[in-house]
Structure formats: structure tokens, C-alpha cells
């Protein structure tokens, strides 16, 4: 059984530009969430997919959105990064939308220079 | 945006004693989560209490519900050198896509 697969680990951005980050839900699981963890801090929910919709929203603007693919792969999209995206964006992956049974994967730093 | 109060931020303890920390809310929960994260890793979940006054074990690790539902507790017993990392609260009401409401995070040392 495969665990949550994020990619990529690292990525370095300027500020303004666009990045796309990848997550492969654990096999067996439907439902993908995501949440930025800036240093030091615990992380925050972004939002989550269910059936290949958004199902929950945190308090991120809509420059922050996401996909969810036929086989439960989902992608975050960022648009006009800003220093403050600096972060390490965490996936989990979980069957139905309860939170307790999160797998969560290693997560992609990001850095925005 | 809105974090659980967790406390202390950091413990610097010798192998052998016992650890305990504690997480707080202005909000109720319905859920109750414990995650422990190492370096270069994602969270993994501990311990979820689901009821008020709950109080589960996982060897070493207890942790409990509060009765309020407003706060949570966990205990590590006799601390081992693995036992270092970043231990994080995380209390789920079970709307907004289930999302988790994280507290800031224990950092523990153990020192062998």
C-alpha cells in the first residue's frame, strides 16, 4: 500500500509568478485535503476535495485553488505568490471526509523570493 | 487564522520522565486529534478522542477530551529519545469540509 506522494519537495518561486503542486492520495482513498504550515507554526486548512469538488474552504483568497482528478490525485494551484506563501503545503488523503482517518504526505517547501 | 492554544511551545526533558501538554480553545470541538511530526515528515496521527470526557491510551500516550469541550491533554510516560519531535493539537466540529484547527505545537527535547 502506497502512502500520500507530494511533489515536487522543494520549489523556489518569485514573487508574482504561479505554481502548481502535486499530491497522489494513498491508494484506497477518495477524499484530499491541503493545508499551509508556515515555519514554526501549525498548519492551516486551505481546503479539501471530495468527488472532484471543493468541499470546505479555509481562509485563503481564490488565488489559492485546487483540482481533483478521476483517480483522487489533486493538484494546488497558487497564482500571484506572495512572500507570505512561503510555507511547507502538506496533502492528506482520506476515505470519506472524516478528518481522523488523514494520511498526511512530507509536504512541498515552498519558497517565494 | 484561528489556532488552538497549546502549551508549552517547548520541553527540554531527560529520558525516563514523564511529559505532559495541553491544548485549549475559545471554541467547542466534536473531535479531539494528537499528531506528532518529525523533521521533513508530515503529521502522524496519535490519538482522536471523539467524546466529552473521554480518556484514550496508545502505549505510553494518554490523552483526554475535555468535559467542556473546549480542551485536551496529553501525556507521554517515561520519554525515550524517539519521542523527540513536534507533538500538534487538532480539534475537528465536523463542517467546512471536516477541516482541522491546528494549535501551534509542542517542541520536545529529550536529552539520553
Known amino acids: 500500500e502506497t502512502g500520500v506522494t507530494q511533489s515536487p519537495t522543494h520549489l523556489i518561486k518569485t514573487r508574482g509568478q504561479q505554481v502548481t503542486l502535486r499530491c497522489s492520495s494513498q491508494?484506497?482513498?477518495?477524499?484530499v485535503s491541503w493545508y499551509q504550515q508556515a515555519l514554526g507554526q501549525g498548519p492551516q486548512f486551505i481546503f479539501q476535495?471530495?468527488?472532484?469538488?471543493?468541499?470546505g474552504r479555509g481562509n485563503f483568497p481564490p488565488r489559492f485553488s485546487g483540482l481533483q482528478f478521476p483517480n483522487y490525485s489533486s493538484e494546488l494551484n497558487v497564482n500571484a505568490l506572495e512572500l507570505d506563501d512561503s510555507a511547507l503545503y502538506l496533502c492528506?488523503?482520506?476515505f470519506g471526509t472524516g478528518a481522523h482517518g488523514y494520511t498526511f504526505g512530507s509536504g512541498t517547501r515552498l519558497t517565494v523570493v | 487564522g484561528q489556532q488552538l492554544n497549546q502549551s508549552p511551545q517547548s520541553m527540554f526533558i531527560q529520558e525516563g520522565e514523564d511529559v505532559s501538554m495541553n491544548c485549549t480553545s475559545s471554541?467547542?470541538?466534536?473531535?479531539w486529534l494528537w499528531y506528532k511530526q518529525e523533521p521533513g515528515e508530515g503529521p502522524v496521527l496519535l490519538i482522536a478522542?471523539?467524546?466529552?470526557?473521554e480518556l484514550t491510551s496508545n502505549g505510553r500516550l494518554t490523552a483526554q477530551f475535555g468535559i467542556t469541550r473546549k480542551d485536551s491533554f496529553l501525556n507521554i510516560s517515561a520519554s525515550i529519545p524517539s519521542d523527540v519531535g513536534i507533538y500538534f493539537c487538532?480539534?475537528?466540529?465536523?463542517?467546512?469540509?471536516?477541516?482541522?484547527?491546528f494549535g501551534g505545537g509542542t517542541r520536545l527535547m529529550v536529552k539520553p
Open positions: 492528506a488523503s482520506s
Open positions: 491508494s484506497g482513498h477518495n477524499t
Open positions: 476535495y471530495y468527488r472532484e469538488e471543493e468541499n
Open positions: 471554541s467547542i470541538f466534536n473531535t
Open positions: 478522542l471523539y467524546k466529552a470526557g
Open positions: 487538532a480539534g475537528q466540529l465536523g463542517n467546512a469540509g471536516n477541516m482541522l484547527t
